[in-house]
């Protein structure tokens, strides 16, 4: 867990209580080859000591790919979903421009699989159409599915199933209404949007917060920005003034009174006083104030 998380969890724990809702913990642990072992307990020790207390049991996606393949047979069946057969390369030589997360795919197996080709991936049909919706932080976001994306892909041969299918499958089972997580996903928003349609699933709200960066801007370094009980240090005895400073971060004004106190009254008085409409939209460092 680093600074990042922290801020994501602390924005999405308030704004749940806020509602007067469920703050629901998922560990997004698909690609288990490239878990950490012990990573998932020590997250939730981390949690635990920072105040947070979230309600119910949580989930593990890695537990859960049945659940995505019968997801994924559905699509197949209702003919909304189809094998590919095309390597990186290949889709390289034909596609147009790259999007900022990727090629656009341009449609070579959608009609079926070419002779000599073998299933590499399994591919969501889109069509020429806008998604859009209003996000609580970033405001009104649009993305044309045929010109941004194209087919995407919902799970690889080799790999797991994609996050887009496993987070709409989850989110629709555990009656999810709010989602609050980073901007670095407000790109792929309409991928999900789009699953949840043609699943016949409803759209919760999202609101999506802005990202810790290095100083000078660049991306954080986890290893130089843990925050983690694993990592060494007092975390107990800094839990307090660390929420603090993630909620100025997310651009509240804590009273000076909440100095020097325990994480259960900072979290308290966020959960009070939370205001959506004063977190900023750029991402920034974190400043860490004086102990």
């Given at each position: 867990m680093h600074l990042g998380s922290l801020v994501a969890a602390l924005g999405s724990f308030l704004m749940a209580k806020r509602a007067g809702g469920a703050w629901l913990l998922r560990m997004e642990d698909l690609d288990l080859p490239r878990v950490v072992p012990g990573i998932a307990d020590d997250m939730l020790r981390t949690l635990e000591t920072l105040g947070f207390a979230w309600d119910g049991e949580i989930v593990y996606q890695s537990r859960r790919t049945e659940?995505?393949?019968?997801?994924?047979?559905?699509?197949?069946?209702?003919?909304?979903?189809?094998?590919?057969?095309?390597t990186r390369s290949e889709i390289a030589q034909i596609a147009s421009a790259p999007h900022e997360e990727g090629l656009i795919y341009p449609g070579i197996c959608r009609d079926g699989l070419p002779p000599q080709k073998v299933e590499r991936a399994l591919r969501v049909k889109v069509y020429d159409e806008v998604i859009s919706f209003d996000d609580q932080v970033m405001g009104h976001y649009s993305q044309h599915l045929t010109g941004s994306c194209g087919d995407f892909v919902i799970h690889r041969a080799d790999g797991p199933y994609a996050y887009h299918l496993a987070v709409v499958v989850d989110d629709a089972a555990a009656g999810v209404n709010q989602v609050v997580r980073g901007t670095d996903l407000l790109s792929s928003t309409p991928r999900q949007i789009y699953l949840q349609r043609i699943f016949g699933y409803p759209t919760p709200s999202y609101a999506h917060l802005p990202l810790v960066t290095g100083p000078a801007g660049g991306k954080l370094s986890k290893r130089d920005n843990a925050v983690s009980l694993a990592a060494g240090g007092n975390l107990a005895a800094e839990a307090g003034g660390l929420l603090l400073d993630a909620l100025r971060f997310l651009g509240q004004a804590?009273?000076?009174?909440?100095?020097?106190?325990?994480?259960?009254?900072?979290?308290?008085?966020?959960?009070?006083?939370?205001?959506?409409?004063?977190?900023?939209?750029?991402s920034a460092p974190f400043d860490r104030s004086p102990l």
């Open positions: 659940v995505y393949r019968e997801a994924a047979h559905l699509l197949m069946e209702r003919g909304l979903a189809y094998p590919c057969g095309c804590p009273p000076q009174e909440l100095h020097g106190a325990a994480p259960g009254e900072v979290l308290a008085w966020g959960v009070q006083h939370f205001d959506v409409a004063a977190v900023p939209r750029a």
